[in-house]
């Protein structure tokens, strides 16, 4: 997941009715974010928003293939293929909304199962490698309105274009370098450069050929070995040696390498990767075909079984807490954060205002204390409903900051700021080292206790105060800075607080451990017990997520924070 609170689309409303509400992930062509649907009477789904990059809309080519893309998604409507909802032009940028899938693709899923040890089994292979031959044969077979056929060929099939969501349904993605024979608009490099995977790509493709069906076969059948033998069949330690095994090597049998892998699956998959396309099967329907009479249960038993172990892979985040994903729980919660009933009428625009509001609202809601309207009205009755409906984290306590490895200066605290403004919680400056033995420093997993805000100077801002004394004392981290990637990285961890709040209760900390690139190395949860609830987990997911920036050295803190619900 990526956060940029400074991308001005988020909040936006796009082609009318799909609520950007952040961004997922940045690729060659686009920026893919995370949407909702905004109809009538409350009516809201998630979707996924992929945006044009901004330096490519002057290209006619970049703009074909994007366009292209679109195109061929409209033709295919297939339960093993991601659809297309939508496409337009939105402020000069082209728009293309796609089905949201809420699961992970195939690479992180196997990556999970070697870190934990364990490994797809062959019926669960089979499975999701005939479901994603079903869909490229769709692809491959289908036709134009007119009845001529369109031969789609994806080019790009390999284990992070397959999907799996929590009810172990696959799906291909990321039509963005397939192609229609015969498409006189066909995007085409003046040297026929190669696109899509190496290691995946049949050796006809590597050598210049034009693309097939039988191409897309032969990256099926290479997936289906990965994912079986736990590496990948042809892969070197250098481009030039995956591209010389691609051409000159077979795979060893895969029956030598599993115990329980049939003979008969390894001379399937020894023909469906024969160098040769005239050597492979007629089509995606007869390699699947073949793959099922392997199968060791019936489809119904395999549908099952494989939807059982996904949801115990992918329940409570489990896998997303082990590997450091994306929490799907976090994600589903930040689709559904702006309220149903007043989401048609929330502006277009960047969120920073609707954000400072809604948590001036939610204070003043907590104490009694009213506001002057600064907004048309729809819009305040807009901000007290979140401020009702909604969790606020109504106090952020200190942040502790020390050096690692090297002896822990004197614990230094600030207050956080929120994610848009800082609040008005006064700040309390360390001991001095001649303070008495009996006025410790509080301990890292619990902040000190902050005045009310009314305990502040008039005029004052004590945040920013209490920011400066930490920044001016040098020498060490920035605290500041951290504060600030912190909160623009908080909508996650807010949202899994507003979804485990009875678990979780009004105070915890969240300890990090930061290398000197600002990437986190260990996150932790005080109280401790909290780390093995839903909650705890969807937390410590979206903890391990966060990135902190450059650090002159490693560095250890821990965010106390207090939380209110009204």
């Not at 093993?80 to 992180?108: C, N, P, Q, T, W």
């Not at 899509?196 to 590597?206: D, N």
């Not at 032969?218 to 010389?244: I, K, N, W």
């Not at 990090?512 to 839903?534: I, K, M």
């Amino acid at each position: 997941m990526i956060s940029d609170p400074a991308d001005p689309l988020l909040g936006c409303l796009v082609l009318g009715r799909y609520r950007v509400v952040r961004k997922l992930a940045k690729g060659g062509m686009g920026a893919v974010y995370l949407g909702r649907t905004e109809g009538s009477a409350g009516f809201a789904r998630p979707v996924v928003i992929k945006r044009m990059l901004a330096d490519l809309l002057a290209d006619p080519e970049s703009t074909k293939m994007f366009v292209r893309e679109a195109h061929i998604l409209s033709n295919l409507r297939h339960p093993s293929i991601v659809g297309v909802l939508d496409f337009g032009d939105d402020a000069g940028a082209k728009i293309m909304v796609l089905e949201y899938v809420h699961g992970y693709d195939v690479a992180r899923w196997c990556s999970y199962l070697d870190a934990v040890k364990r490994t797809v089994s062959v019926e669960h292979g089979i499975y999701i490698t005939t479901r994603v031959l079903e869909g490229l044969h769709h692809a491959h077979t289908a036709r134009r309105s007119d009845g001529t056929a369109l031969m789609i060929v994806h080019r790009d099939v390999s284990p992070g274009n397959i999907m799996v969501d929590v009810e172990g349904h696959v799906k291909i993605t990321d039509f963005g370098i397939a192609r229609i024979t015969g498409d006189p608009s066909e995007y085409k490099t003046q040297e026929a450069a190669f696109k899509g995977k190496i290691g995946y790509a049949p050796p006809e493709l590597l050598q210049g050929e034009e693309p097939s069906a039988k191409s897309d076969l032969y990256s099926a059948a290479v997936v289906l070995h990965q994912m079986l033998a736990g590496s990948h069949p042809f892969r070197g330690v250098a481009v030039a040696d995956t591209v010389r095994n691609i051409l000159t090597r077979m795979p060893p049998p895969i029956h030598e390498l599993r115990s329980d892998a049939p003979a008969e699956l390894s001379e399937v998959l020894s023909r469906a990767m024969a160098k040769d396309p005239a050597d492979r099967f007629a089509s995606a329907l007869d390699l699947a075909r073949a793959l099922q009479e392997l199968r060791p249960s019936s489809l119904v038993d395999s549908e099952q079984d494989f939807r059982a172990s996904i949801q115990r892979d992918f329940a409570d985040d489990h896998m997303a807490v082990q590997m450091g994903y994306e929490a799907l729980s976090a994600r589903d919660a930040a689709w559904r954060e702006v309220a149903p009933s007043r989401a048609a009428s929330l502006p277009t625009q960047r969120p920073g205002a609707i954000h400072r509001e809604f948590i001036a609202s939610a204070r003043a809601r907590a104490s009694g204390a009213t506001l002057r309207p600064r907004r048309p009205a729809g819009q305040t009755a807009l901000i007290a409903a979140m401020a009702a409906l909604t969790l606020a984290v109504v106090g952020v306590g200190a942040l502790l900051v020390t050096r690692t490895p090297s002896a822990a200066p004197p614990a230094r605290y600030l207050v956080v700021e929120k994610e848009h403004t800082p609040e008005a919680v006064a700040s309390q400056r360390p001991p001095a080292a001649s303070a008495p033995q009996s006025a410790p420093a509080p301990p890292p997993d619990r902040a000190p206790p902050a005045p009310p805000a009314s305990s502040a100077p008039s005029g004052a801002d004590p945040a920013k105060k209490a920011l400066r004394i930490a920044a001016s004392r040098g020498g060490g981290p920035d605290a500041a800075a951290l504060t600030r990637a912190f909160n623009r990285q908080m909508g996650p961890v807010r949202s899994c607080l507003a979804m485990h709040q009875q678990e979780l209760g009004a105070r915890l900390s969240v300890s990090f451990s930061v290398d000197r690139s600002g990437a986190v190395e260990r996150v932790g949860l005080n109280p401790a017990s909290l780390a093995s609830t839903a909650g705890g987990r969807c937390i410590l997911a979206a903890a391990r997520a966060m990135n902190f920036g450059p650090q002159p050295d490693a560095v250890s803190f821990s965010i106390p924070i207090t939380v209110g619900y009204k």
